[in-house]
């Protein structure tokens, strides 16, 4: 495929997939349809970067079906000023649909192979207000904190409380909550709520789950 395919690729995305699903910010709407996905995979997957679907790349993440990953981001409403933390980054195509948002990201990846393609593909794609660090996902990035907004890339069982502690007075988690033994994930937004937090349902998703995330579980003697 060439440019003029891929842009008419990413149109039929954003017209087919994203706007159908009660996507309407017109910010996240433009990000959509102006990064270019193939950038953010494998070469042999270039081809269907735009379909519908979870897509896998190297290091075992997936790169979210589009229209999922857009209401995700819809729900975070983010501002132009704000300081974006995405964790589970993979190959940082999200952390660019933000960038294009937001104005700063921090993408958080375990996998060097990953957070050095993401680094790099964020560099060739124009993108300088986001940058992919290494590190454990369940820790977030709290020295460039507080964030306005956390997006966590896959399914969780739990948040954890230092993660949630990262997020400024009036920021905004979202994550795809999937406890273990329920077969459907619910895209969910956790806000400040007086000392603690609280999670509002969103709509129903299914993500590949990440791993750092489950529960630890109980042993019964």
């Known amino acids: 495929m060439d440019n003029c395919e891929f842009a008419q690729a990413r149109k039929m995305m954003v017209d087919c997939q994203i706007r159908p699903t009660k996507v309407t910010d017109p910010r996240v709407l433009d990000a959509f349809g102006t ?32 229209m999922v990953l857009a209401r995700m981001i819809q729900a975070l409403a983010v501002e132009a000023g704000d300081n974006i933390l995405v964790v589970g980054c993979g190959t940082g195509y999200s952390a660019a649909i933000l960038a ?75 994550a795809v909550w999937r406890p273990a033994g329920h077969p459907v994930g619910v895209a969910s937004k956790w806000t400040r709520a007086g000392a603690g937090f609280t999670r509002k349902p969103l709509f129903d998703a299914q993500v590949p789950p990440l791993d750092e995330f489950r529960a630890k579980r109980e042993f019964v003697f």
């Not at 269907?48 to 790349?57: C, M, R, S």
């Not at 454990?136 to 507080?146: C, I, M, S, V």
């Open 35 to 66: 990064i270019p996905r193939e950038d953010f995979v494998s070469r042999h997957q270039r081809a269907i970067a735009y379909i519908d679907e979870d897509l896998p790349v190297p290091g075992g993440r997936c790169m979210m079906e589009p």
């Open 100 to 174: 294009r948002i937001a104005g700063s990201v921090i993408a958080v990846e375990t996998r060097a192979q990953l957070v050095e393609k993401a680094q790099e593909t964020l560099v060739a794609t124009g993108i300088d207000n986001a940058v992919a660090i290494k590190g454990r996902l369940t820790d977030g990035f709290a020295k460039e904190g507080p964030y306005d907004g956390i997006l966590v890339e896959g399914a969780v069982e739990t948040i954890p409380d230092q993660l949630l502690d990262q997020l400024s007075e009036r920021g905004k988690l979202v």
